[in-house]
């Protein structure tokens, strides 16, 4: 990290840059999060426009279980940048696999709702509206939860072989940051599409 000598009359106080790190993935957030805007205000803009069935309140249900799996991984992951810092490398490795376990969990049921949906109901992308644009949101917070996956899954490799100390927890902070923006997205795509959309 970076410091500016900053001279007041009397004392030199230092500034911190921010991390290059920190700077680039809250860029790629903003960049992220715009394009999740677009895909949030088409299926509202969309939603109960479709001509033909089925509709939301015929096929979905409250995903409860995954929901409460992927928020709680933003508590898991929080503990293992706390484990991480302090040098508790099986603590944060522990906590790091919990994290990914709850990762899986949520992607596993969203492919199974999905399962149900295309072979039980009859509703594909190109169904009707609703189908377009539920699997677009949907699928684009699928993919951004397996990219998040395959990073921290990663570290764990990493963790495990021993190649994983303090000094690593600043990058580890940056992965921990884009999956809390994969966590409060869905929260957002949860309330619009099986809360307010239904």
Not at 74 to 82: G, M, N, P, Q, Y
Not at 95 to 110: D, M, Q, S, Y
Not at 182 to 197: K, N, Q
């Amino acid at each position: 990290m970076s410091t500016v000598p900053i001279k007041h009359p009397g004392q030199t106080v230092e500034w911190h840059l921010p991390s290059k790190r920190r700077v680039g993935m809250s860029a790629l957030i903003t960049g992220e999060s715009a394009i999740f805007t677009i895909f949030v205000v088409a299926y509202v803009f969309y939603v109960g426009k479709s001509l033909t069935g089925p509709t939301p309140a015929q096929v979905l249900e409250v995903p409860t279980l995954s929901t409460i799996c992927l928020l709680s991984s933003s508590l898991t992951i929080w503990r293992a940048e706390k484990a991480i810092e302090d040098e508790r490398i099986a603590s944060f490795t522990l906590w790091l696999a919990t994290t990914i376990a709850l990762g899986a969990a949520f992607l596993t049921e969203t492919a199974l709702e999905w399962k149900k949906l295309i072979f039980q109901d009859g509703l594909t992308i190109s169904t009707n509206l609703f189908g377009t644009t539920f699997y677009s949101l949907v699928g684009l917070h699928a993919t951004h939860v397996v990219v998040g996956l395959l990073l921290l899954t990663t570290t764990l490799v990493f963790s495990l072989l021993g190649w994983v100390d303090s000094r690593h927890s600043e990058r580890f902070g940056v992965i921990a940051l884009y999956w809390h923006f994969v966590d409060g997205v869905w929260v957002v795509v949860f309330t619009v599409v099986y809360l307010i959309g239904r």
